[in-house]
Structure formats: structure tokens, C-alpha cells
């Protein structure tokens, strides 16, 4: 019978805190839910909307394990002393974490790049999609989705390609040294020029860049809008083939 007293209210305990993280749980997703609705239609920049609903999950989250905490009877001030006697051991154990989020805030603050643009980072390079609390997505050209730790993203050189509307393109060409080198110059102008997505300020570039005994090598650089880029590039390549 006291066996049966004692352990009755552990078990209320218990199973009031099963019921107040399943219902928890359930509002916390409502609530998130609730909130990136808000903020898709708000006017707040698309970089900080996935980072804010992240932080805000992450906070309910936290406040409801210290209620589940509280009602299995564990003393909160307790819970929060040991927590911080314990706080160099849980730095340690979480610094991966810990610099994803400082990179995520840094990211954030000196936006090297917006959701949307096309960039290079951390061996990979798509488009982003979000910038998450932890992490940023990135889509690639197949569809793949990347997620690239913060950390290690705000520590690496970022390439951002949609920062300028323009871009350069650049082209290698070998061509058979039997020919006179002022044709292949004029022809490939005239490739470039014709083609209409090719910008005629700053003007095509087109001259020799090296030569051996069999064939001597040109080098073309023009400038396009920066959406026309890879058009251009195959275009071009395609044109210099069948020319030569």
C-alpha cells in the first residue's frame, strides 16, 4: 500500500507531461505554422523569414521542455543552476551548433547573399532557398537540395553570381593554324556580334592568346545580362563548331 502511495503521484506527474508534449508539441506546430504564414505575406526581407520561424520554434520548444521539467517535479532553479554549473561542457559539446548559429546571424547581418541568388560556398553552388537557424538550402541545377552548415559557409569565400546584372563570359578556342590569324579574329567577332544577347558596351573582346605548330589558340570575352550567361555560353560554342 505505501508502495502503491509514493509511486501514484510519479505516475500523474508522468503522464500529465506526456499529455502536455503531446498537446505541446501539437500547438508549437500550429503556432509555427501561424507564423510563416504571417510572414510569407509580410514586406520583411524572404533572407530572415526562415531564420525567424526557426528561432521561434527552437524558443517554444526550449520553454516547453522546462514545463515538462517543472511537472515531473524537478525544480526549475534547480534545472537552470546545474545547466549553468554544466554550461563550459554543453559549450564544448555543442560548438558545432553554437558557430552554425553565430555563422547564421553573420550571414544574416552582412548579407553576403539573398534567397534567390545563384552562389558558390562551402564546394557547393545552387540557388538559395532558405537560410535556416542552423544551415542554408541550396538547390542545384539538378534539383538537388544542399544543406551547407553556417558555420562553415560564413568562414569559406562565397561567390555570390547575381549580386551584378552583368557578367563576363569567357571562351578558349583552338583553331587550326593553317588559318590566317585575321580571319578566325573577324569571324569569331562577327559570331559574337551577331549574337543578340551578347551587350555591344563593353564591346566583344577577341584576340590571339598563344600559338604551337598545329593549331593556335584564340580568346573571346564578352558581356551579357547575367540570366542570358549560360544561352550565351553554349550558343557560342556551338556557332565557333560549325564555323570551323
Do not use: C
Not at 501561424?34 to 509580410?42: C, G, T
Not at 540557388?127 to 558555420?151: C, H, S, W
Amino acid at each position: 500500500m505505501d508502495w502503491m502511495e509514493l509511486s501514484l503521484p510519479i505516475i500523474k506527474n508522468i503522464a500529465l507531461a506526456l499529455v502536455i508534449l503531446i498537446i505541446g508539441l501539437f500547438v508549437i506546430k500550429l503556432l509555427t505554422s501561424m507564423i510563416k504564414r504571417k510572414l510569407e505575406k509580410s514586406a520583411l526581407d524572404p533572407s530572415l523569414k526562415p531564420f525567424f520561424v526557426s528561432i521561434i520554434n527552437a524558443t517554444l520548444k526550449i520553454l516547453l521542455a522546462i514545463a515538462i521539467i517543472k511537472t515531473l517535479g524537478v525544480e526549475t532553479t534547480s534545472f537552470v543552476a546545474v545547466i549553468a554549473a554544466s554550461g563550459f561542457a554543453i559549450g564544448l559539446a555543442f560548438q558545432g551548433s553554437l558557430a552554425n548559429f553565430a555563422g547564421g546571424v553573420l550571414l544574416l547581418t552582412i548579407r553576403p547573399f539573398n534567397v534567390g541568388d545563384y552562389i558558390e560556398g562551402g564546394g557547393y553552388s545552387g540557388t538559395v532557398r532558405a537560410i535556416q537557424i542552423l544551415y542554408t538550402e541550396l538547390i542545384t541545377a539538378d534539383n538537388k537540395v544542399v544543406f551547407i552548415p553556417n558555420g562553415s559557409l560564413s568562414n569559406a569565400g562565397i561567390v555570390n553570381y547575381s549580386t551584378n546584372e552583368q557578367r563576363r563570359v569567357d571562351f578558349t578556342f583552338k583553331i587550326s593554324g593553317d588559318l590566317a590569324v585575321n580571319d578566325v579574329i573577324l569571324k569569331l567577332s562577327q559570331i559574337a556580334e551577331q549574337h543578340p544577347s551578347v551587350l555591344s558596351n563593353p564591346a566583344p573582346f577577341v584576340r590571339l592568346s598563344s600559338h604551337q605548330d598545329a593549331t593556335t589558340e584564340y580568346t573571346m570575352q564578352v558581356w551579357v545580362q547575367s540570366e542570358d550567361y549560360w544561352d550565351v555560353y553554349y550558343d557560342i560554342l556551338e556557332a565557333e563548331k560549325k564555323l570551323f
